[in-house]
């Protein structure tokens, strides 16, 4: 057995470097500390859609879990902050094993060295506090999980495999300012909003990096430096996309309020052109705009159809969906609540458009104690809306 997952290391450790900018010092960290070490013994592997998740139990068929956990795909560990058994293979997805590809790619651009002092918030199964402890020393790691239940099966992994690191159970937008200044953040729950005590808790020219995901489209990769006047500055370098961090969740969605609230427009800007655009749009119209997207296509009586709703994730009352069917000129546009979100999309979208069509990697983030600014190529050209 020992061979074998030996081997399954070196598998998986090949599949990471292919993305070519792995460090080496991170590859040394998964070798030491292997995955299946961390993976619960049921649980639903993730592949990349839109293949469903499956099942997977050691129990059942150890060789279908082990190729399962050294096959790179995500491992998902929890289902509605615990209130669904994983294996009911449905629910909300609030914990997991993140994709050993993603994982490497974090800890590449966090640049952690021997000695520096690591925020870890998101301990999940503490694999990644595991490989931080590998890189940094465990005596200097520092692990958030707001999961009481989820923190203590991180904590037996980590006792198990003898690396004692320092845990806290609570929100990580907190930080750990008993244990600052730090030198790395490292961040794996999806953020929207930037909490500056990160950046208080951190020395002059310490690295925070996170997914910043306001699920407009696709989710993105942020890399900030902290600066001696107590802000935060950097740019996007690259996809990322986590489960969100529990205290930023949306609210909930909710029906109209009456039938002032509903209105049908149309729109002659096809839902598919927004949509499928580059990552860069995603930011462009995230930024302007502050509201979170999705899509979904298929057939019915009349043909093919593709929808795609954007929201405000702030309220329940301000959604819309615009619909493509073949064929026509116009699409229809069903509204609700009294914020024009569809125009906003399209305005912000065709603004992105007259810029030249940036990549992402030309926007970038301002963090300071009172607001969080998105720009374009430097921190005086804020696009951000207020």
Known sequence: ????????????????????????????????????????????????????????????????????????????????????????????????????????????????????????????????????????????????????RVAGQAAKNL?????????????GADGCPARAPFDRV???????????????????????????????????????????DGSAVGRFVGFASYMLMRSQRSTPDAPARDAADRHWSTTRVDPRTVAHASAGADLAVSARTGLTSNTVNGQDDDGDWFRMWVSDPATPYSWAVAEWRPGRGEYDVYQVGDRPVWEEVCDAYFRWTGWGEPGRDRFGMTVTADRQEIWLDSPERVISSP
């Not at 999806?190 to 306001?214: D, M």
């Open 159 to 171: 006792a198990d495999v003898g690396l004692a690191v320092h845990q806290v159970v609570g929100d």
């Open 186 to 228: 490292h961040v794996t729950c999806g953020i929207r909003h930037v909490p500056h005590a990160w950046v208080e808790q951190c020395r002059p020219g310490a690295v925070i990096v996170l997914p910043y995901c306001p699920d407009f489209g696709s989710n993105h990769l942020l890399r900030l430096t902290v600066r001696p």
């Open 1 to 148: 057995m020992a061979d074998g997952i030996a081997r399954r290391v070196e598998r998986l450790i090949d599949y990471v470097r292919e993305l070519g900018d792995t460090d080496d010092s991170v590859l040394t960290a998964m070798r030491a500390v292997p995955r299946h070490l961390f993976v619960p013994e049921v649980a639903l592997a993730v592949p990349t859609r839109p293949d469903p998740a499956r099942l997977i139990d050691r129990g059942a068929d150890e060789e279908a879990w082990l190729e399962a956990v050294y096959s790179g795909v995500t491992i998902v560990t929890q289902l509605d902050d615990g209130a669904t058994d994983i294996r009911a293979g449905k629910g909300d997805y609030t914990s997991s094993a993140s994709a050993p590809r993603t994982v490497a790619h974090l800890l590449t651009q966090l640049a952690a060295e021997p000695g520096h002092r690591v925020l870890d918030v998101g301990t999940g199964t503490g694999w990644t506090a595991a490989l931080l402890s590998r890189l940094v020393g465990a005596q200097h790691v520092t692990t958030v999980e707001v999961d009481g």
